[in-house]
């Protein structure tokens, strides 16, 4: 593949946590630790999170799933797809995140359900090759 796509990483955030913090941060760790991999491969990965956390800080979100988040948390997600060439489904149930899939489907993006799926940038290739 010569060019990188912005692959957004679409897994659980709240799904499963009982909106306990240190579960929610357990599962951004995953999405970002992906993320990095999604990087060495010459692409550029986001999180919904990257854009939705500080704008519901500003919003005055007081916490997950009060007015301000539903208003702000998903929709950011989906309006970046618009910016994205690809879904990267990683992690357990969650359905914001089967829903980004589903978006992802519906904007004609790419659909990777593994690391594996995701062709290496040839440029990339070369770099980590010491050339």
Sequence with gaps: MKESLMILVA???RSGTQDKPELIQKNVQLMQEVALEVYKLGHLPVLGEWFALPLLETAGS???GDAVFNQIFHPVA???LDFCGAVLRVGGPSQGADEML???LEKGKRIFYSLSEIPMVEKAEASLAGE
């Design 11 to 13: 897994g659980p955030y």
């Design 62 to 64: 007081k916490q997950i």
């Design 78 to 80: 989906v309006q970046l």
């Design 102 to 104: 589903k978006v992802g």
